[in-house]
């Protein structure tokens, strides 16, 4: 879905306010649910979930995750609800023999870092990942469902929008009240600078969780190869204007950005149409490695070699005080069930 503009407006505008009645119903069944006992797994189990719908930058983030847990001496395993894939899981992703249409954009993404699980019963993907000899379960997303006991929490911020008009679904973005999901993390991570980030930073502090800040870098080798040519941006993602800015920040020229709903799932058409228009201008074509992934999944999809993909990597600012954490968190774990 696209996310309505009004979402993100810093207060109730008419739309909101028209849905809030339908906000207290989402509220009521939200808190129940995120109150309920859920179940231990037999791994330790971190949480990259974010307080609203949409994007936030939780792959991303749980990539760095698996990377500094990895060089701690973990073996991490990806479990994901493969938002968007037809498979229930739970399934190891293996590529090629997975696409993005069986186990979702995400989890394809996941497992070019390591071993990716793909369940919609939390609790049995967990336990394929200890199975499978993963020491530590890395949730990709899941902050609001309660079915995993989780032992450490980390809620991702776009520091652009923090949480918007501070409304629940449908009359803003919040998965559930600001007051329910606080209890439920132990630190947030702010991606990107704003005042929005700033005041969630300032509140998180308040609430004595910790704090931590990052951004979103594109590679080296993609800033060089983008310097200064003029493109055709088209992303379906949470916020497509984040990635088109990215390009801008490139040195990329954007003369034309085509902007689709979170996972959209593309036709042949709709990449037929936007591949005769880059070659039509002249311009070089340039999307997301998450939209490249449902791309590739299309059957039999049209040849688009001068498709350029934009790789991004999470650079977090006080990486050795989030490592600490998480490995605090994760001998705890094992303290208590030694």
């Given at each position: 879905m696209r996310a309505p503009r009004f979402w993100?407006?810093?207060?109730?505008?008419?739309?909101?306010?028209?849905?809030?009645?339908?906000?207290?119903?989402?509220?009521s069944v939200a808190t129940r649910r995120m109150h309920r006992t859920g179940e231990k797994a037999d791994l330790p189990v971190i949480c990259i979930g974010n307080f609203t719908a949409g994007g936030a930058g939780k792959t991303p983030t749980a990539l760095a995750v698996a990377r500094i847990?990895?060089?701690?001496?973990?073996?991490?395993?990806?479990?994901?609800?493969?938002?968007?894939?037809?498979?229930?899981?739970?399934?190891?992703?293996?590529?090629?023999?997975?696409?993005?249409s069986d186990v979702g954009d995400e989890p394809i993404l996941l497992s070019r870092t390591a071993t990716t699980i793909v369940s919609r019963d939390r609790p049995a993907g967990a336990q394929l990942a200890y199975e499978s000899g993963a020491t530590v379960v890395i949730m990709d997303d899941g902050l609001q469902n309660p079915s995993l006991v989780k032992d450490c929490a980390i809620a991702v911020v776009d520091g652009a929008t923090g949480i918007g008009n501070g409304l629940p679904l449908p009359?803003?973005?919040?998965?559930?009240?600001?007051?329910?999901?606080?209890?439920?993390?132990?630190?947030?991570?702010?991606?990107?600078?704003g005042e929005p980030g700033r005041q969630i930073a300032e509140e998180a502090e308040r609430r004595d969780k910790r704090v931590f800040e990052a951004r979103l870098a594109p590679s080296p080798e993609a800033i060089q190869s983008l310097e200064g040519r003029r493109v055709l941006a088209f992303a379906g993602i949470g916020r497509p204007g984040k990635f088109f800015d990215t390009l801008r920040d490139?040195?990329?020229?954007?003369?034309?950005?085509?902007?689709?709903?979170?996972?959209?799932?593309?036709?042949?058409?709709?990449l037929g149409t936007l591949q005769r228009e880059a070659?039509?201008?002249?311009?070089?074509?340039?999307?997301?490695?998450?939209?490249?992934?449902?791309?590739?999944?299309?059957?039999?999809?049209?040849?688009?070699?001068?498709?350029?993909?934009?790789?991004?990597?999470?650079?977090?600012?006080?990486?050795?005080?989030?490592?600490?954490?998480?490995?605090?968190?994760?001998?705890?774990?094992?303290?208590?069930?030694?």
């Open positions: 993100w407006q810093p207060f109730p505008t008419l739309p909101a306010t028209l849905l809030r009645p339908a906000g207290i119903i989402y509220t847990l990895d060089a701690g001496g973990e073996s991490p395993a990806f479990l994901s609800r493969g938002y968007g894939g037809r498979l229930p899981g739970p399934v190891q992703v293996s590529t090629p023999d997975h696409s993005a009359a803003g973005p919040l998965r559930a009240p600001m007051d329910v999901q606080w209890p439920m993390i132990d630190a947030v991570l702010i991606i990107g600078d490139c040195g990329a020229i954007v003369e034309a950005a085509r902007s689709f709903p979170d996972h959209h799932r593309y036709t042949t058409a709709e070659e039509a201008r002249g311009l070089v074509a340039v999307t997301t490695e998450k939209d490249f992934a449902r791309i590739a999944a299309i059957r039999d999809p049209r040849p688009w070699p001068e498709l350029t993909v934009l790789p991004v990597r999470l650079r977090i600012e006080n990486e050795a005080g989030l490592r600490n954490l998480l490995l605090r968190r994760i001998n705890e774990r094992r303290l208590r069930v030694a």
